[in-house]
């Protein structure tokens, strides 16, 4: 029973943080590199390069699992789209989560 009420408090103090998922950037890259380099590398369809600290400020405000959930089912802006999963539906909620800590990472 202790084990249990362990992962609920934890879980919650997660959720109450807005980390309730954990992404991986280091695995991210594999994901950026094969589905996210060939706009955010160039900027295409006004995505934000990745390293360009002014463009992604706006959206690191957001907050992680905001950028996630819009990146996993697509995003319209003012400067620009994006389609769901980078338009890549194979992707994994895990991989496009990773791929965004990665981006994120370099652009701080």
Known sequence: MSRFVSAALVGAALLISGNAFAYDAA????????????????????????GD?????????????????NSI?????????????GGNPKLTDAQVGNAVAYMVGQSK
Not at 53 to 69: D, E, F, L, R
């Open 27 to 50: 695995a991210g890259k594999a994901t950026y590199d094969a589905s996210c380099a060939m706009c955010h590398k160039t900027g295409m369809m006004g995505a934000p390069k990745v």
């Open 53 to 69: 600290k002014a463009a992604w400020a706006p959206h690191i405000a957001k907050g992680m699992n905001v950028m996630v959930a």
């Open 73 to 85: 089912k697509g995003y319209k802006g003012t400067k620009g789209m994006m389609p769901a999963k």
